[in-house]
């Protein structure tokens, strides 16, 4: 899937033209080896390493982070000469939930690899632009943002093994075979570093979650959108729920995964997951309505997620040419806090199409 990637963007615009280049498919049946898939592959259409979390400063005011990298190969002008020529692409997104501010604070770029400016590394996670970075060192991830409101310098250490998405890594989105994504997990990052938020770096701790997911298709025709959830659980588990939506808010597909603490982990098929809104919010400016609070079924357990705040919302037409929803979230089940993690929402301004 999944969200990140599969917007549209004025940098596709600018290189001009349809795309005629060959994608290879994904298939099932591969194995994910590592290190080898913490990098980029480059020859696939879409990609992205996506990071949220929760993080605490010594006062105790809690606070989301998300941070995303892109990668996209347009398929245009690849025979080209020119070390210009946008044979990849590559955007990136940061945000910060402050509840003492009340709303979502982000900032993105965008840029054409090349010159050392900008980049996906194949050999491990590293992708780049500028000081902008995301970059595995080892076992542990390292992240440094300099946004204009905030900035991150952030590590996140894993704690559990790498959690593979759907069939052994081979994910479905869609009633076709071939709307699927190679993607895998990393939930439970033991979160350190510092989150500079008015001109002062305040050390900070917590717990994150990391996506990293590659794909040559994209949705299905009659999907405008989906919901996605990953919590980390407070006993040590974790929980992964999305479902794509068709226009009249229909389910035509769905799935996710539940890792146990002890480490045994379940997939689920589409007919296991339900997401059933509780509560909705609109955003005075863009009119859009999300349905900020949320509660998933998922293999028989029930989750209610509850927003830090309601305004979460990101637009980032700038870049990847979209508005959506995109929060940290509180999982409770019988009123008692069992979770945190992310919840995003996107297609209900418009349905989302490249």
Sequence with gaps: MKRRAFFASPLLLVAGGVSAAQYPPVVPGLALAFPRDHGAHPAFRTEWWYVTGWVKDAAGSDYGIQITFFRNRPGVA???ASAFAPRQLVFAHAALADLRRGHLVHDQRAARAGFGLAGAAEETTRAWIGDWSLEL?????GARIAAREFAFDLRFAPSLAILRQGDAGFSRKGPDPLQSSYYYSRPQLAVSGSVTVAGK???????????HEWSSEVMAPAAVGWDWAGINLADGGALMAFRMRDGAGSVLW???AHRAAD???RAFEPGEVRFTPQRRWRSKRTQVEYPVAMQISAGGAEYTLWPLFDDQELDSRASTGTIYWEGAVRAEQDGREVGRGYLELTGYGKPLRL
């Design 254 to 256: 769905a799935g996710g």
């Design 263 to 265: 480490g045994r982990t």
């Design 201 to 211: 770096a305040l050390p900070v701790t917590g717990t994150a979650w990391l996506d």
């Design 78 to 80: 690849e025979e080209s």
């Design 137 to 141: 060192v080892g076992e542990v991830y």
